[in-house]
């Protein structure tokens, strides 16, 4: 039988994703066959599958970590928030439907068995699977029917580590917390614990350990210092996102949207140190000197588009558009910078036609088809090659297409406006693609772009397989797993 094991949180954003990444990549580099699994998460921060679906981006960056392409299997149940209280659901790769909050609550109790039967095809496949958790297992009160912690660990029969964050302080109670609220058959689960973001010398955290171990009866498995080079990794959650701005160099600021998505298409961007990234949160203006605005992704088109306006950003795109200033759309962001957003079917909420900020001559029409791949083509104007992915429901068209600066698939793609100023595309993850990154910034004024990106990636997940490997016990990690 494969060896499993659940890394859980005292708490959400504690770094699970991290871990788990790490963990597999360490455990692979042992030799092992291993594989991540999610069985429920919560992002707009989606990746494609090869098998044509979509997953949250952190189980494609931990099946990275395991050197293997991402499948559906790693993340059954997909929320991708459209409102403060409902969510699109993704079972298997595929939209299910749209629900509110208080309605999932009986829904995901009728899931188990598609996570289940994703869980078994990975078993098939692997020596390892490393699961992470959602949120924390602490949530008592949506125990019932749970399929995100303790209602999958119970279901596969697994055991669990837990993960505490020292740097939002309260570890101690965090993880003492937890053991105290748990009931004794969810506890009996959990079978050591580990604390993550730790600052400065370990040992000062032995008194520490000491009253956890006293009150849990749980085994430290290690305590993890500050990684520094998280910042590298794709986030999971928008409330991630931070800006990198150095005073100097080109400079691009993006409106952080109220449902933004597929953000780490500014990884690549924000990685380089000539490169200042500004991420402008709602009430705050768009700066005047940018040099680019880009706007991102979006999982509400239309929404956002009336949240845009109503930060004022559209008179300060203006002004920048009027200073010959540059600016670049993808995805939902594209469709925004078009003349009109039609959604006759209602997709985003209620059905009408939509003005949209009238920067490109082009139309978008809501669909519910949802086109899901991965993409490779060239840069028209430079030649380079770039490769990404589509995620988006709805087709765009108009004049502007004619001025398409990308071949994807040999297929004309993107628009542009007569002067080249203003552009978008639906492509995600363009920029991970260094000669395309370098081109295209040096030719809107950048200077000294560097072009390593995905070396760096690669890079980061080795230097975090090593620190948790220092830091600790994969022995008896593994021994864990292989007593479930």
């Known amino acids: 039988m494969v060896k499993s ?16 990444a790490g963990l597999c990549r360490a455990f692979t580099n042992r030799g092992l066959k291993v594989l991540p699994f999610k069985p429920q998460n919560m992002s707009n921060n989606a990746s494609v599958t090869t098998d044509g679906g979509e997953i949250g981006r952190a189980q494609a960056m931990q099946a990275m970590a395991c050197g293997v392409s991402p499948v559906i299997d790693m993340n059954p149940v997909l929320l991708k928030p459209e409102s403060d209280i409902g969510s699109q659901v993704i079972v298997q790769g595929q939209r299910l439907t749209t629900v509110k909050a208080r309605d999932y609550a009986q829904l995901k109790s009728t899931l188990m068995p598609r996570v289940m039967e994703s869980f ?134 993006v409106p952080k949207f109220s449902r933004i998505a597929n953000f780490d298409d500014l990884d690549p961007l924000s990685a380089d140190p000539n490169i200042s990234v500004e991420i402008i949160s709602a009430g705050q203006p768009l700066p005047l000197d940018a040099d680019l605005v880009l706007l991102p992704g979006t999982k509400s088109t239309i929404g956002d588009l009336k949240f845009f306006r109503n930060q004022g950003w559209d008179i300060d795109l203006a002004a920048h558009v009027r200073a010959g200033g540059q600016v670049l759309g993808i995805c939902g962001g594209y469709q925004m910078l078009g003349q009109e957003i039609v959604d006759i079917e209602g997709i985003e909420g209620a059905p009408g036609r939509y003005q949209g900020l009238g920067y490109l001559n082009v139309v978008t029409e809501m669909h519910v088809e949802k086109k899901l791949a991965f993409v490779s083509g060239i840069d028209l104007i430079s030649g380079s090659k770039i490769e990404g992915y589509e995620i988006h429901i709805g087709q765009t068209s108009g004049t502007d297409c004619n001025n398409n600066w990308l071949v994807i698939d040999n297929n004309k793609s993107g628009a542009s406006s007569k002067d ?51 830091n600790c016990d994969l022995d008896e990690i593994l021994k864990i797993a292989s007593d479930k």
């Open 120 to 253: 078994n095809k990975l078993s098939e496949k692997a020596d390892l699977i490393i699961v992470e958790g959602a949120g924390s297992p602490a949530e008592t009160n949506l125990r019932a029917g749970d399929i995100a912690n303790m209602g999958f660990a119970q279901a596969a029969n697994i055991p669990v580590l837990l993960v505490g964050d020292i740097d939002r302080g309260g570890v101690i109670a965090q993880l003492v917390g937890t053991h105290s609220i748990l009931d004794a058959d969810d506890l009996s689960r959990i079978k050591g614990f580990m604390i993550n973001k730790f600052r400065g010398d370990v040992t000062l955290f032995d008194g520490g350990l000491t009253e956890i171990i006293k009150h849990t009866k749980w085994t430290s498995l290690g305590v993890l210092p500050w990684f520094t080079g998280a910042s590298y990794l794709p986030a999971e959650d928008a409330s991630d996102i931070k800006p990198k701005s150095l005073g100097s160099g080109f400079k691009i600021v």
């Open 5 to 20: 094991i659940m890394i859980q949180g005292a708490g959400s954003n504690v770094g699970k994703s991290m871990i788990v």
């Open 420 to 470: 080249g100023k203003i552009q978008g595309c639906y492509i995600h993850g363009l920029f991970s693609s260094d000669e395309f990154r370098k081109n295209y910034l040096e030719r809107i004024g950048a200077i000294n772009i560097k072009s390593e990106y995905s070396a760096k990636v690669e890079k980061t997940l080795e230097d975090l397989a090593k620190h948790i490997e220092k």
